[in-house]
């Protein structure tokens, strides 16, 4: 019923940034929570950041909350991760995430739609 499609991962430097975006489509996008986790080789999914429908409401996890930023353009239907100092444990694919109740959380199961994910390596 919605699809999301991740853009913007790629290859980058320790200390580098990165600026990903994630389109949705297929159902009104205003009244959604976005989110976004990422799950590194052989490592469970992790909780990375979320926003509410608004955009004035953020959390992130404490791996990434002084280096990331989650906003929104609803006009767009468009979520955002801008990445900065990047390290390499960042390493890991990127999935958008929408909570249709607009629910805001860091528990992957509490999120009712999923991108195909985007690559992001950081080298040392």
């Given at each position: ?24 489509s ?28 608004s ?6 996890a ?63």
């Open positions: 019923q919605v699809q999301l499609v991740e853009s913007g991962g790629g290859l980058v430097q320790a200390g580098g940034s990165l600026r990903l975006s994630c389109a949705a297929g159902r009104p996008f205003s009244s959604y929570a976005m989110g976004w986790f990422r799950q590194a080789p052989g490592k469970e999914r992790e909780f990375v950041a979320t926003i509410n429908w955009g004035g409401k953020a959390y992130y404490d791996s990434v909350k002084a280096r990331f930023t989650i906003s929104r353009d609803n006009a767009k239907n468009t979520v955002y991760l801008q990445m900065n100092s990047l390290k390499p444990e960042d390493t890991a694919v990127y999935y958008c995430a929408a909570n249709e109740g607009g629910l805001v959380a860091g528990t992957a199961d509490l999120y009712d739609y999923w991108g195909q994910g985007t690559p992001v390596t950081v080298s040392s």
